[in-house]
């Protein structure tokens, strides 16, 4: 039997609620399996790529040049929000994500492979590029993807903030997987881990991937997407159309980011150059200090993500733009005593924060686009933070340092950061607890003030 208002067959509560947990699953477990391959390349290039495709380069240069291959990633995620966001606003959220997988597994497997500098010279370095770029146009468009996924599932308006954070879990698991197998492949290789054992983890990531596309093949399209399906809504230009509609929504999203994206790259990928080169820090201190950060955040996440549903998406984000804004001065404080010790609870500590902004983000930015142009448009402003925050984050921290040779320096940008960000999310809708599975620009659709650009 169908729903004559959309031609969509209904679940019945005990089905839904099945689909709701298949779907939170493959979208954790696909970013998981995303994100580790992302933050398996951050903490090798600061470890590894310097000396292997720049060696001939001064250390500060080489790590800096580096960095750069880094932030490449980075660039390529908006142009990946833009074609998967216009895809997944067009055939799916189901199929879009599946090629977005595989987009960023196969570009990972092929790293491992690279030449140094030492065999082919420069053009070790052009392949890691052009590999860095594919990876970041897969991350570009799985993000929106694996959240819309979650959240059109969920069965209630009053639990999308903690439904909506699980995929987020992937970035805390997906580092956490990243540093043990660095830390592994370390103790196992010891001496060779610049020779070979780097390259180990980059190969083992065929096997998830193996994984996460069988996942992703068994659960079902959302049901807001079948529903725009079966009403004829779907746009024919989604992310021209989103930028038509909501530019202000896609501007105050990638602001909003600031002060969560900046810093975290800073706290996890920056710090192994910072502590290792500047500090004389173990290395493998600060991996095993991020590990246990990330699993901080496999509770704080999903906890502040169910925070928000009870306070207020807005409320809780602007709290945590505050937190950042001071804690970035303390955790430099503590870093720059050079005792493992305090060095391991601010690394630890970093990530709580972050969680404070991360937990709520995922709805918070989704629920700010009308249903058919959601992908789209949340990509868009997801990943654009991508190019102004973290992409130049590790280079803005380095150059910082390199001139005040100081990391209260790198403080002070934190905190630029999240004032940028509180008053983008000031300036932000915020829906929580409302319904999101109408069009928003349809008269009778948010009759309690979604502020959603009307069409001209």
């Known amino acids: 039997m169908t729903d004559e208002s959309s031609g969509v067959m209904p679940l019945s509560a005990e089905d839904a609620q099945r689909q709701l947990r298949r779907a939170v699953i493959a979208s954790t477990i696909g970013t998981t399996i995303e994100w580790y391959d992302f933050f398996l390349y951050s903490i090798v290039t600061g470890l590894v790529f310097a000396k292997l495709y720049f060696p001939e380069s001064d250390p500060l240069v080489g790590t800096l040049q580096a960095f750069l291959i880094y932030a490449v990633g980075f660039i390529a ?235 207020g998406r807005k409320r809780m984000y602007m709290i945590g733009a505050v937190v950042v804004g001071v804690f970035g001065f303390l955790y430099f404080a503590m870093v720059d005593t050079r005792n493992p010790m305090w060095i391991f609870a601010a690394i630890v500590l970093s990530l709580v924060p972050h969680s404070m902004l991360y937990g709520p983000q995922a709805a918070f930015i989704a629920e700010s686009f009308t249903g058919r142009l959601r992908y789209s448009g949340a990509s868009l402003g997801y990943q654009l933070a991508s190019v102004i925050a973290g992409g130049p984050a590790p280079l803005i921290a380095t150059a910082l340092f390199a001139y005040y040779r100081s990391g209260y320096a790198i403080a002070a940008y934190i905190l630029v950061c999240a004032v940028v960000s509180l008053f983008a999310a000031w300036r932000m809708g915020d829906y929580t607890n409302k319904d999101i599975s109408r069009e928003y620009d349809e008269a009778h659709a948010l009759p309690d003030g979604g502020h959603a650009s009307r069409p001209a």
């Open 77 to 311: 995620r908006p142009v990946g929000a833009a074609i998967f966001g216009h895809y997944g606003d067009r055939v799916g959220r189901k199929a879009t994500l599946i090629v977005t997988l595989l987009t960023m597994g196969l570009a990972t497997f092929a790293v491992a492979f690279v030449p140094t500098y030492a065999s082919i010279g420069i053009w070790g370095a052009v392949i890691l590029t052009v590999l860095r770029f594919i990876q970041g146009v897969g991350v570009g468009g799985e993000w929106g993807g694996s959240v819309l996924m979650s959240m059109e599932w969920a069965r209630t308006n009053s639990h999308r903030g903690f439904v909506a954070s699980w995929p987020q879990f992937g970035v805390p698991a997906g580092l956490f997987i990243a540093n043990l197998a660095v830390l592994a492949m370390s103790e196992i290789s010891g001496s060779a881990f610049l020779t070979w054992g780097w390259r180990v983890p980059f190969f083992m990531s065929i096997v998830l991937v193996a994984i996460g596309l069988y996942i992703r093949l068994n659960i079902l399209e959302t049901p807001i997407f079948a529903k725009l399906l079966a009403e004829r809504k779907i746009e024919k230009t989604p992310m021209l159309e989103v930028i038509r509609r909501q530019p202000k929504d896609i501007l105050y999203s990638a602001l909003a980011r600031m002060a969560e994206q900046a810093p975290f790259y800073i706290f996890t990928a920056f710090v192994f150059t910072y502590g290792v080169t500047n500090l004389g820090v173990s290395r493998n201190l600060l991996l095993i200090a991020v590990l246990v950060a990330s699993v901080v955040e496999f509770g704080t996440i999903p906890f502040f993500g169910h925070l928000s549903d009870r306070i």
